[in-house]
């Protein structure tokens, strides 16, 4: 067969020369890459105590954001949803009431926001798709829990705590 | 002998057999630091600063566990295996010189249990026995893979005690005598007339030949193959639990430790260290020549824990084709070279 490259290379299996076959001097080597590493600087962090920065454009969880004047921003368009590829996001909209401008920025907002944590990929789609910039992947990581269901965060979870408090 | 050298005679071997156990407790620690520098780590540090306290976590730790008996186990040999293990790897420190005599009051204190004059094979008959420790686990534990472990450690260590024995040989022919002491003795300061006096430079083969096979004969890396992990679970201690288990482990630190020893003796010099004819207070230089021959050993096992985390482990059949064919040649033309060396050139 006609080769696909020219990087083909045969593998011959020589015998050991006697230097490598009596193994002390490679068993020195060793010795001596390990004691190069005995007086290296540990890259440990010891976790509790210390902490990993995270990178500037880490993606932990989400949190639906307030504007200026601690409304929210999300008008319940469904973009995020349809934008999520692991179809973690569900909402049920509502209109809003009069007396009710003070709590939400646009006609119509979300009166049921849920996110399946075990289903999210944390990709950032839905970040990108928002045109209220209500929704941005900016918390730490998910915490651990034991029951599926718990996993599942609604409004109480993801909404920003409002300005005044 | 009076009451009070038998009262003398019974600290020192008191003091020895708690100083084995405290380096055998601390070589736990040492091992698990060493790997971890050796790997870019920190170790353990959380038990006090440093971690200095993990080994009394640990005990404490193996105390309380569940002591597992399997049911088809041969109970009393079951129980035999790791207290056979312990007891013979304590017993090997008997007939090390630790020191020059202290003077102290008029008393002479010999720093030595016993000054057999066949120290030489008192070492080697306790460690022949230390396999038994080990087959009598495996075998009693009615278990597939410490069977195998028990029988691996077994064929391992008449291997490799044949190129042991052998390269011992050719250290006795120089120095004449089976005494530990006087091997000691011989090897006083570090140069004399116009070579050195330190055995391991007149018979640097026999040495390397002699540190193999204690690695061999103490089951470490990268002779471990009785405990390997990744072909039989635990080796010959699958089946134990429990302080039993911490007996096999405690065994292989306090022989890793007797070990040493005996390779500071026979071949470093022992408790002699260089320039040490020019302090004139004997009692200081017998205390120095201590503090020296422990220097040493814990070189030693320090270089145990150094190779164990730098050479993989070796396949059996690697293993024997090194011992039968390797080391046991290699031995015996090192004799041939000895004998040839002292008819002529002494």
């Known amino acids: 067969m006609e080769p696909l490259s020219n990087k083909r290379k045969v593998i011959e299996s020589k015998p050991l020369s006697f230097m490598e076959r009596i193994y002390l001097p490679a068993i020195f080597k060793g010795l001596a890459i390990t004691m190069k590493h005995f007086f290296r600087k540990p890259v440990t962090i010891r976790y509790p105590e210390e902490k990993r920065e995270y990178s500037e454009n880490f993606r932990g969880l989400h949190s639906l954001k307030r504007d200026e004047q601690g409304r929210e921003r999300c008008t319940a368009c469904g973009l995020c949803a349809l934008s999520c590829p692991a179809e973690a996001i569900t909402m049920i909209s509502a209109e809003r009431q009069k007396g009710e401008e003070h709590l939400y920025r646009e006609e119509k907002y979300a009166a049921v926001y849920e996110i399946n944590m075990l289903r999210c990929i944390f990709c950032g789609l839905c970040e990108e798709a928002c045109p209220k910039e209500a929704i941005y992947l900016d918390g730490p990581h998910v915490a651990s829990d034991y029951l599926r269901k718990d996993f599942i965060y609604g409004k109480d979870k993801l909404v920003e705590a409002p300005l005044n408090q | ?34 790997a971890a520098f050796l790997q870019d780590r920190v170790g353990p540090d959380r038990a006090g600063p440093w971690g200095i306290l993990q080994p009394l976590a640990d005990g404490g730790k193996m105390f309380l566990k569940e002591e597992i008996i399997p049911t088809n186990a041969n109970a009393f040999l079951f129980i035999a295996g790791p207290s056979l293990a312990i007891l013979v790897s304590c017993i090997g420190t008997a007939v090390i010189p630790w020191g020059q005599q202290l003077v102290i009051g008029g008393h002479v204190i010999d720093l030595q249990v016993a000054d057999v004059n066949v120290g030489v094979l008192y070492i080697f008959g306790v460690v022949s026995l230390g396999v038994y420790g080990i087959m009598i686990g495996g075998w009693a534990s009615n278990n597939k893979y410490s069977l195998l472990g028990a029988i691996r450690a077994a064929s391992q260590n008449i291997s490799y005690e044949i190129a042991m ?68 679970v635990g080796g010959y201690h699958t089946e134990y639990s429990s302080m039993k288990l911490g007996f096999y482990l405690f065994s292989e630190y306090i022989n890793m430790f007797v070990s040493g020893a005996v390779m500071a003796t026979l071949y470093f010099g022992g408790y002699n260290f260089p320039l040490m004819h020019h302090i004139h207070s004997p009692n200081l230089v017998a205390i120095l020549g201590v503090v020296v021959l422990f220097a040493k050993i814990f070189f030693f096992i320090f270089f145990f824990m150094w190779v164990r985390w730098t050479i993989p482990r070796f396949r059996y059949d690697q293993l024997m084709d090194l011992g039968w064919k390797v080391l046991i040649p290699l031995s015996i033309a090192n004799i041939v070279i000895t004998g040839v060396w002292i008819t002529y050139f002494k």
Not at chain 2, 8 to 24: D, M, Q, R, T
């Open chain 2, 1 to 34: 002998m009076g009451l009070t050298d038998i009262l003398i005679k019974l600290g020192l071997i008191v003091i020895i057999f708690l100083i084995s156990l405290v380096i055998a407790m601390y070589s736990t620690y040492a091992e698990r630091k060493v």
């Open chain 2, 165 to 232: 024995g052998l390269s011992i040989i050719a250290l006795l022919m120089t120095t004449g005598t089976l005494s530990l002491r006087h091997i000691a003795e011989q090897q006083t300061g570090f140069w004399h007339g116009h070579w050195f006096t330190w055995n391991v430079f007149s018979q640097p083969l026999g040495f390397l030949i002699f540190i193999i096979c204690a690695f061999a004969e103490t089951n470490r890396s990268p002779f471990d193959l009785p405990e390997c992990e990744t072909e039989l």
